[in-house]
């Protein structure tokens, strides 16, 4: 048996923890139904495809998404379109904002065995925090490491090394879980991390992640880690 022990846990936040492309799909549906109801003359699904356009090239975090919409749309921002499209995409995103199956019961069950938690994002660290607050999971971590934090985007070494400094755990006593694997795995893996594949959120079609475990479900992790301690 090895005395190697896995004693932290490094989570990734979008698409690992919630579901983050579906909260966006309802919020900007929800959004486009608002301003057309507000009168705006614009076809529904073309106008999904250029929102999703706009967020792909700005960022999926651009306040602005829907002051670019209508000027592409309409030549200027009409601030009544604008505001039936923000004050709906707000409503439907706190309603739609849920963590995966399981996620709770995996990090309790986590932190019953003293593992320590940690979250490394390349989300803003506003809006890490404010998704971290809606699900009510902020008690769970022991750091949250943003790309305001780090300055540097994964596979970046940096933001993952910030994060274990903080926990106070060497890389082979960690796992890292994410759903981007260029991004996550790659990452982790340079500093010698353990790493796990959330096959769950994957957007990609990811076939190989070259992770060390692929989830289908994140309370996969307990076991694997519970095994792992044990000798298993």
Do not use: C
């Amino acid at each position: 048996m090895s005395d190697l022990m896995i004693k932290g846990v490094v989570f990734d936040l979008d698409n690992t923890l919630l579901d983050f492309m579906k909260m966006k799909e309802f919020a900007v549906k929800a959004a486009i139904k608002s301003m057309i109801e507000a009168g705006l003359e614009v076809d529904e699904e073309k106008s999904y495809s250029e929102i999703i356009s706009i967020y792909e090239q700005f960022g999926w975090e651009n306040q602005k998404v829907f002051d670019v919409f209508l000027e592409k749309s309409i030549g200027h921002v009409d601030n009544k379109f604008l505001a039936a499209g923000i004050v709906a995409y707000r409503r439907a995103r706190e309603a739609n904002l849920m963590a995966y199956p399981n996620v709770n019961e995996t990090l309790m069950a986590l932190a019953k065995s003293a593992i320590k938690m940690g979250l490394v994002s390349d989300a803003p660290s506003r809006e890490a925090w404010m998704r971290i607050y809606y699900l009510n999971l902020y008690h769970f971590f022991d750091v949250v490491i943003t790309l305001d934090d780090s300055g540097e985007r994964k596979p970046s070494a940096k933001p993952f090394q910030m994060a274990l400094d903080r926990m106070g755990l060497r890389p082979e006593e960690t796992v890292m879980i994410g759903d981007w694997p260029e991004r996550d795995v790659v990452g982790a893996q340079q500093i010698g991390m353990k790493t796990a594949f959330a096959r769950y959120g994957d957007t990609f079609g990811t076939l190989q992640s070259g992770a060390d475990w692929d989830l289908d479900d994140i309370y996969q992790l307990v076991g694997i880690i519970n095994e792992f301690n044990s000798g298993g």
